[in-house]
């Protein structure tokens, strides 16, 4: 998606009504509004900082700002702080969908619920990081905090921009890339690779990671509409084959796809991995506000 992508007031004020719930958060020293669904969390005081943009105005210790002028807040050793890492795929095969009236392009849908989720997270007090892969890790927007910062969020994801090849593996298995502490990672993509998948959830899951795993697909994908004699190319690789399209070849596409999707499914949900299919003609917010609170990720 290309140009402002910042979500209108009505849609900010939905999502800013929902929290993201964790099953582990980490003791840092910023006091956020979310709860785990763990109990017995505690708050400490730990110290001043000067105000900043984003911060709750009502963590300002009036007191001291009687006596220096300056506004600080006070900072609380929170067992529920959590950071939010965003990854979306930008390879190829997500700039495809939307060919219909009732779809939109996987890239564009994709950068939509990060924002959405993003912002969400901003909102509550919790820290937002994204990052964009194809075949590697094409950029990051480092971790940041506060409402103000959703500007930051929404620019980074206006001017992503489609690659050619994807490799997940390889992408998020770089130097550096896996987090040092502990959060909760989503991945928004289509999950069309050939291998590498299973392996970069695990991978995640050992960085201690709460994994959230959004597959969109497009309903081009989901309820293909071809006839005729085609030619089928790949659009990251290139390779095409000559297709005679029927209805027995329409059915076994379909019985591939479902088992593939359904082995993601299963694999994520023996590892207690969050996974959420994503069709790109369900409106973001119906999306979010159904599929992901009954998955028990939001509230």
Same mark, same amino acid.
């Given at each position: 998606?290309?140009?402002?992508?910042?979500?209108?007031?009505?849609?900010?004020?939905?999502?800013?009504?929902?929290?993201?719930?964790a099953k582990t958060r980490v003791r840092g020293t910023m006091q956020g509004?979310?709860?785990?669904?763990?109990?017995?969390?505690?708050?400490?005081?730990?110290?001043?900082?000067?105000?900043?943009?984003?911060?709750?105005?009502?963590?300002?210790?009036?007191?001291?700002?009687? @006596?220096?002028?300056?506004?600080?807040? *006070?900072?609380?050793?929170?067992?529920?702080?959590?950071?939010?890492?965003?990854?979306?795929?930008?390879?190829?095969?997500?700039?495809?969908?939307?060919?219909?009236?009732?779809?939109?392009?996987?890239?564009?849908?994709?950068?939509?619920?990060?924002?959405?989720?993003?912002?969400?997270?901003?909102?509550?007090?919790?820290r937002v990081g994204a990052g964009l892969f194809g075949e590697q890790v094409?950029?990051?927007?480092?971790?940041? @905090?506060? *409402?103000?910062?959703?500007?930051?969020?929404?620019?980074?994801?206006?001017?992503?921009?489609?690659?050619?090849?994807?490799?997940?593996?390889?992408?998020?298995?770089?130097?550096?890339?896996?987090?040092?502490?502990?959060?909760?990672?989503?991945?928004?993509?289509?999950?069309?690779?050939?291998?590498?998948?299973?392996?970069?959830?695990?991978?995640?899951?050992?960085?201690?990671?709460?994994?959230?795993?959004?597959?969109?697909?497009?309903?081009?994908?989901?309820?293909?509409?071809?006839?005729?004699?085609?030619?089928?190319?790949?659009?990251?690789?290139?390779?095409?084959?000559?297709?005679?399209?029927?209805?027995?070849?329409?059915?076994?596409? *379909?019985?591939?796809?479902?088992?593939?999707?359904?082995?993601?499914?299963?694999?994520?949900?023996?590892?207690?991995?969050?996974?959420?299919?994503?069709?790109?003609?369900?409106?973001?917010?119906?999306?979010?506000?159904?599929?992901?609170?009954?998955?028990?990720?939001?509230?």
């Amino acid at each position: 998606m290309s140009g402002n992508m910042a979500l209108d007031s009505e849609t900010l004020l939905r999502l800013e009504r929902m929290s993201i719930t964790a099953k582990t958060r980490v003791r840092g020293t910023m006091q956020g509004k979310r709860r785990s669904r763990q109990t017995g969390a505690s708050l400490d005081f730990a110290d001043y900082r000067l105000y900043a943009p984003g911060d709750d105005i009502r963590q300002i210790d009036w007191n001291v700002y009687g @006596r220096s002028g300056k506004p600080f807040v *006070k900072l609380f050793l929170d067992e529920q702080e959590l950071i939010v890492r965003l990854w979306v795929d930008v390879s190829a095969s997500m700039n495809t969908g939307g060919e219909r009236s009732e779809g939109t392009n996987k890239l564009d849908y994709a950068k939509r619920l990060a924002a959405s989720i993003g912002y969400m997270a901003l909102a509550g007090y919790d820290r937002v990081g994204a990052g964009l892969f194809g075949e590697q890790v094409s950029s990051t927007l480092p971790v940041m @905090r506060g *409402k103000a910062s959703a500007r930051r969020l929404f620019q980074y994801l206006s001017e992503a921009e489609a690659e050619r090849t994807g490799d997940l593996f390889k992408a998020l298995g770089q130097p550096g890339t896996l987090p040092r502490q502990p959060g909760m990672t989503w991945l928004f993509s289509d999950f069309l690779y050939e291998s590498g998948v299973y392996e970069t959830l695990n991978m995640l899951a050992a960085a201690r990671q709460e994994v959230v795993v959004v597959q969109v697909l497009s309903p081009e994908e989901l309820h293909p509409e071809l006839t005729g004699d085609l030619r089928l190319v790949d659009i990251e690789s290139g390779t095409g084959k000559e297709v005679a399209m029927s209805g027995k070849v329409l059915k076994a596409y *379909k019985e591939a796809l479902d088992s593939y999707t359904g082995a993601l499914r299963g694999y994520c949900h023996e590892r207690g991995i969050t996974y959420a299919l994503a069709p790109t003609n369900v409106p973001v917010l119906e999306w979010i506000a159904g599929t992901m609170r009954s998955s028990g990720v939001l509230q």
